[in-house]
């Protein structure tokens, strides 16, 4: 199994033995061909992803304790919508006929994350980064979910989640920057630090993402178009 660098990556999560842990995208259970087994693997996956999203907002609040009490509350309301997605996604799964551990996961997103010092850093990769292709992607698989009304449902209420966990990061970081100039260095440090780790993952299933105008606008990307009147 590969092994990830120690400045890159902390300890993994705990997981119970019914999971089945890999490290890199290419270790993963990768399908191609659809018969209806690439759905119930991504939702498996996905499953686990938002398990990391809750174990990170998680460690958000007991990691910095003294961070401005209105951050608190809304890394709290994503903690509770987080465990939300994580029973969505558990509910369609089993529906389909899937049995936790059927396939590997991986907890790249919280060792990369754990590995980041400061507040704002894991705001501006984990939300700011991560979740915003997150967005793009589940606004995507929106349209190609339309002749299942259940996925559909499913993904359109994450979207909505989703949108407010990066309005809020970008909120804060514009905040935090303005009150003090300094917590810039701190965005750019985790930034560049996510750019050498995430290689070490994805691989050459590393994509570049653009977040079309109309993510951008909701999500309160300080380059976004002006929103329509
Ligand atoms: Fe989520
Ligand atoms: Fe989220």
């Avoid at 304790?65 to 951050?71: G, K, V």
């Avoid at 994350?113 to 979740?131: C, T, W, Y």
Wanted: proline fraction near 5%.
């Amino acid at each position: 199994m590969t092994e990830l660098d120690p400045q890159l990556f902390t300890e993994p999560p705990a997981r119970d033995e019914r999971f089945e842990i890999k490290q890199t995208w290419s270790e993963m259970t990768n399908m191609w061909a659809d018969d209806g087994t690439m759905l119930i693997e991504f939702m498996h996956r996905q499953m686990n992803e938002e398990v990391n999203g809750l174990e990170i907002a998680a460690r958000n609040l007991t990691d910095f304790p003294d961070a401005p009490w209105e951050l608190r509350l809304a890394i709290a309301r994503q903690c509770w919508d987080e465990s939300r997605h994580v029973n969505a996604f558990r509910r369609c799964f089993e529906a389909r006929g899937g049995e936790i551990g059927m396939f590997p996961v991986m907890n790249f997103e919280y060792r990369m994350i754990m590995a980041i010092p400061s507040l704002i850093g894991r705001l501006a990769v984990q939300n700011r980064s991560f979740e915003a292709a997150g967005i793009q992607a589940i606004r995507e698989a929106i349209e190609h979910a339309q002749h299942d009304p259940d996925v559909a449902a499913l993904l359109d209420a994450q979207l909505a989640d989703e949108i407010q966990h990066v309005r809020y990061a970008n909120r804060w970081i514009e905040s935090l920057i303005r009150s003090n100039p300094r917590y810039a260095l701190d965005v750019v440090r985790a930034v560049a630090q996510a750019n050498r780790a995430f290689p070490m993952i994805a691989g050459e299933a590393a994509m570049h993402l653009e977040l079309d105008d109309q993510i951008r606008t909701e999500a309160g990307f300080a380059d976004a178009p002006a929103a329509p009147a």
